[in-house]
Each structure stands twice: as C-alpha cells, then as structure tokens.
C-alpha cells in the first residue's frame, strides 16, 4: 500500500467546498497519508481545522496496520472531541506481513483504548491480492470480526472485488452488531441485501463518478439510519475534483450529491448523518 499512498500525499489538494449548514461527521479518513506527519502535528490540525470550517467537525481516522493504528490512536488522544479512531489490519496488509499473529496482537492492544470505537478497516479485497494470499486474508477477516464481537465495537469493512465473499464470510462467522461497509461499492442487489442484514452503507466521492450509477441508484434505497458519508481522503476526491488530494472537508461536496440523489432536505440529511455516526462510534466528546 505504501507506493499508493505516496502517490496520494503530492496531489494538489481539492479546494475547500461551500459549509453545510448543519455539523456532520467523516466517518473515514486517513490523515496521516494527507500530511505525511506525526499525529499532533499542524499539518493534521489544519486539515481538522479546514474540515471544521466548513461544518465538518468530526473526523473517525481508520488504520490499517499496526503502526499506522497506533498513529490513529495517538490522534485520538490529541484530538480529543474532533478525532475518534478505528485499529486493523487492511485487508492487502494482512497476507504480506511478516508475522501476522505478532500485528494482530497489536491491534487487540490498541482496540482497548477507550478513544479507539471501530476495528477496521478489515475485509477482502481481490483487486490487489492474488489468490494464492486471499486464505490468509480471509483469516485475518475472521479475526477482526471476533475482535469486534469481543469488545463490542464496530466492524468497517473494505470490500473490492470480493462483495460475495464477504457476505458469505459474515455469515459464516457472524456479523458484530454494527458492521458498516465503508466507500459502498456494490449494486442495487447488495445494497438490498446489507440493507435487509441490518448492515451499514457509507457512500464516499465514488457517489458522484460518471462511471457509478449503481451508486446513486443504491444511495436512495438506503434507510436513513443506515447510511454515512465519508472522504477516504486522501483518496476518491469527489467531483468536480477527482484526481485531486481528497481531505476530510469535501463530506461537504459529498453530502450535497447525496441530498441530490435522496431529494431530501440538506441539513437534514447532514443532522441525521452526524447522529447516525455517533450512534455507532459514540460520542466524540468522551
């Protein structure tokens, strides 16, 4: 993963939205590859922030390594009310480390932190892994699901190329009480099938791509208390900026696509998306 994201950090960043009019949350990001900095950094106070400014005024950092979630962790800690994190092993980390069972035990370390309130992002992703590593992935999937169970946090889901083996997998295990699907890739069908498991969707800039209409024909069959919005930042930039650095601001951008697709009320929309993450990660004041 590491060569991806330096690609991401030099990108010229997207410029700063309109402000919602009601306060709401990124439910995923990773500003630690927007800043290429330590966790109390300036760099990361100005993305939080330029986030803030816009009415984006919490922000959940999703690891996907062991070091990388000690980072989040540390974030957390420094910015206590604006920062909550979530701890995993990405699932294209998971096959190619050299001692999984030595990061796992990292992950559990850093899952008891009492600012840490989702494990992932975790997951199977077929885009990147060849098959003869996808057992170890899908191992490594089945432990963060039972981590989850076990301290009875949030699972977040990275699913490319693989959305009926994760379904499956979730069903052989059993699925936490909150699994959320994080950047919503599928169609119609799944949509209707997470929707029907109590699962949720979180819909990121690919929302508004010329190339996603199952996206958008998936974002309004989606009950309002099972959906987020998220940056992914650095990556996925939403439109009209694709290509561009991503930051956590542009939930704005993103936000209003989704009210466009809903013909809902926009600072509705944003009042419910901010309940609905702090419902399933807590409040961010404590």
């Known amino acids: 993963m590491a060569d991806r994201h330096n690609r991401d950090i030099d990108r010229p960043r997207a410029p700063l939205p309109q402000p919602l009019p009601v306060a709401t949350v990124d439910a995923h990001a990773h ?29 959940v950092q999703v690891g996907y390594s062991a070091e990388q979630s000690a980072w989040c962790v540390a974030a957390a800690e420094k910015w206590d009310t604006a920062v909550l994190a979530a701890v995993a092993l990405h699932p294209n980390e998971a096959p190619v480390v050299a001692d ?18 989702a494990i992932g992002e975790t997951g199977l992703d077929y885009f990147r892994t060849p098959p003869e590593l996808r057992a170890r992935q899908q191992e490594s999937f089945k432990w ?35 699994v959320i699907f994080h ?54 930039a939403p439109m009209p900026h694709r290509g561009a650095g991503n930051t956590p601001a542009q939930v704005a951008n993103i936000v209003r696509a ?29």
């Open 31 to 59: 500003m630690e590859i927007i800043t290429n900095t330590a966790p109390d950094s300036q760099e990361v106070a100005d993305v939080i922030a330029e986030a803030k400014s816009v009415n984006v005024d919490r922000i």
């Open 100 to 117: 999984l069972a030595a990061d796992w035990a990292i992950i559990e370390a850093l899952a008891q932190h009492p600012r840490v309130r």
């Open 144 to 178: 963060h699901i039972e981590l989850a169970k076990k301290t009875n946090k949030a699972l977040v889901i990275h699913d490319r190329d693989s959305h009926d083996d994760v379904l499956s997998v979730l069903l052989e295990v059993g699925a936490p009480e909150k």
């Open 183 to 236: 950047c919503f890739s599928g169609d119609v069908a799944m949509a209707k099938t997470c929707i029907e498991r109590g699962y949720i969707l979180s819909f990121a800039g690919t929302l508004t791509f010329k190339n996603a209409p199952q996206l958008r024909e998936a974002v309004k069959l989606v009950p309002m208390n099972q959906l987020l919005v998220e940056t992914d930042s650095p990556f996925l």
């Open 258 to 286: 989704m009210a466009t697709e809903r013909e809902c009320d926009l600072g509705e929309l944003a009042f419910e998306l901010s309940n609905n993450a702090e419902r399933l990660f807590g409040s961010f004041a404590s």
